[in-house]
């Protein structure tokens, strides 16, 4: 069966506990550069219309690096309305990793990964060169938009983000919308990694508070 079926099914009632805010769930590819297949599935990039206006609001690829460090990176194209704004003052966007429990409350989150993008690693953009990921207690959800954790979409001093607002990306049907790619390393396991966003309208991609992938580190 399809985990995103699974996933979907269990987190639409979810949904109707807690109003608004949402969860869906993407099943990725990360494949090994001259290696065998990490984590395998059909696609290698899943997309989402959330508003079924035939349009892609949200896409993402996971990709290995194949270093020695075992790095992977993630690519994301999210239209404005996902994360709240075409500005990065009004921009907002967190990441955390949890055990891939079926149950929301039977997850446990981690911030013991080593989490970056290039704007985060450059200069004296960040003290500590590196995202920090959302904290959370045991069982719990990211609803209301976490306190903890690094906001992924900055800029400072007039240069190149760590995201970038475009007015027209193509895996994005023409959408605007921001393009990034954040890189990660961690213990050996099975995780979801979760884009968290805030979650204020009743509809499209604003009632949609997070997106987990699930992940295989070897």
């Not at 899943?46 to 690096?65: G, S, T």
């Not at 994301?76 to 994360?83: A, G, N």
């Not at 959302?134 to 979409?153: C, E, K, N, R, Y």
């Not at 240069?159 to 890189?183: M, T």
């Amino acid at each position: 069966m399809d985990i995103r079926l699974i996933l979907t099914s269990v987190l639409i009632s979810t949904v109707m506990l807690i109003g608004s805010a949402g969860f869906s769930a993407a099943d990725i590819t990360v494949l090994g550069k001259g290696h065998a297949p990490i984590y395998v599935s059909d696609k290698s990039a899943n997309d989402f219309d959330f508003n079924n206006d035939n349009l892609i609001d949200y896409y993402v690829r996971a990709h290995y690096v194949g270093n020695s460090n075992q790095v992977y990176k993630v690519d994301y194209k999210i239209l404005d309305e996902c994360v709240d704004g075409s500005t990065y003052a009004d921009a907002k966007l967190k990441l955390g990793f949890s055990t891939n429990s079926f149950f929301y409350f039977d997850r446990t989150w981690f911030t013991n990964f080593d989490v970056w993008t290039q704007w985060f690693k450059a200069g004296s953009n960040d003290d500590n060169k590196r995202i920090d990921l959302v904290s959370l207690p045991h069982g719990a959800l990211p609803i209301p938009f976490p306190v903890s954790g690094d906001d992924v979409i900055q800029n400072k001093d007039k240069k190149k983000g760590s995201f970038v607002h475009n007015s027209s990306i193509p895996e994005l049907d023409g959408q605007a919308g921001w393009e990034g790619s954040v890189f990660f390393r961690g213990e050996p396991g099975q995780y979801y990694m979760w884009t968290i966003h805030p979650a204020g309208g009743i509809s499209g991609c604003d009632r949609f508070a997070s997106l987990g992938i699930p992940i295989t580190i070897n």
